[in-house]
Nanobody
Framework: QVQLVESGGGLVQAGGSLRLSCAASGRTFSLNGMGWFRRAPGKEREFVAGIMWRGSYPYYSETVKGRFTISRDNAENTVYLQMNSLKPEDTAVYYC?????????????????WGQGTQVTVSS
């Protein structure tokens, strides 16, 4: 089993920045990648960003590309999501996820483990 704990959410004004962290523990050696998803009120959970544990190529949704940056610290088993130029439409609960699979990194069905979520609210 793998446990994921997110932190770093909060309230920020439009144009501001936040950094989310996700610490993984347990059988992390079994993981191939990590991702961030979000769920806005009344909407389905959507892919935000993903990264493999080995290799550094990141994956982003078109809505956040150029504003968000995903990174990882393998030694600390932690993945980060730096969010800049935040917009009110980025308001959502953000979920960290982990996968043992090698796939597109963009589908919720590819992920085996999920964190509890952290709220990000962007005011206009």
């Amino acid at each position: 089993q793998v446990q994921l704990v997110e932190s770093g959410g909060g309230l920020v004004q439009a144009g501001g920045s936040l950094r989310l962290s996700c610490a993984a523990s347990g059988r992390t050696f079994s993981l191939n990648g990590m991702g961030w998803f979000r769920r806005a009120p009344g909407k389905e959970r959507e892919f935000v960003a993903g990264i493999m544990w080995r290799g550094s190529y990141p994956y982003y949704s078109e809505t956040v590309k150029g504003r968000f940056t995903i990174s990882r610290d393998n030694a600390e088993n932690t993945v980060y999501l730096q969010m800049n130029s935040l917009k009110p439409e980025d308001t959502a609960v953000y979920y960290c996820s982990a996968t043992r699979n090698i796939g597109t990194m963009r589908r919720t069905s590819e992920y085996d483990y999920w964190g509890q979520g952290t709220q990000v609210t962007v005011s206009s």
